[in-house]
């Protein structure tokens, strides 16, 4: 069964929160090799883009606006 479970980093917004989100999960695998994301993940997320693996996410929306705003500007 080990080889039905896929690494993947699910991005996401929750629907409490406007900052995207994200999670690296193992998650099974169809005969296909679509991913299964649980339905007690999926709950109040809206779910933006699934990813293969381990994913290291350097900048996303709204991080270059806040670090802007606190006077921290980084190339």
């Known amino acids: 069964m080990e080889q039905d479970l896929r690494q993947?980093?699910?991005i996401y917004y929750s629907d409490i929160s406007l900052e995207l989100l994200h999670?690296?999960?193992?998650?099974?695998?169809?005969?296909?090799?679509r991913v299964i994301i649980p339905e007690e993940f999926k709950r109040d997320k809206s779910i933006i883009a699934v990813c293969d693996g381990k994913?290291?996410?350097?900048n996303k929306f709204g991080d270059r606006i806040q670090n802007d705003e606190t006077g921290d500007h980084q190339a």
């Not at 999670?23 to 090799?33: D, I, L, P, S």
């Not at 994913?55 to 350097?58: A, D, E, G, K, T």
């Open 23 to 33: 999670e690296v999960k193992f998650c099974r695998q169809n005969a296909n090799g």
């Open 8 to 10: 993947v980093t699910i």
């Open 55 to 58: 994913v290291n996410i350097l």
